[in-house]
């Protein structure tokens, strides 16, 4: 696997996350305080996304699935 994929699925990953956690925060009635939870987040998504890129880039490996006997999944397509 490249790391060019590699690192978009981070990014694509982290801006899911992001737009999530932008929309609870602004949403909710912690928008009052979001000078405080916006870099929270932030920080947040980034460590999230990278816990579930990890676990999402040996999907990405068509290697991955021959060792398993499987063609692909719902991730992988």
């Known amino acids: 696997m490249s790391i060019r994929l590699q690192i978009t699925a ?7 996350l992001f737009g999530a956690g932008t929309i609870a925060v602004l ?13 929270v987040m932030v920080v947040a998504t980034m460590l999230i996304a990278a816990v579930i890129s990890w676990e999402i880039a ?19 397509g």
């Open 10 to 16: 981070m990014v694509m990953v982290q801006a899911i």
């Open 27 to 39: 949403l909710t009635p912690l928008r009052d305080q979001a000078f405080v939870y916006m870099p």
């Open 58 to 76: 040996p999907r990405l490996q068509a290697r991955y699935w021959h060792k398993r006997g499987v063609d692909h999944d719902i991730i992988s």
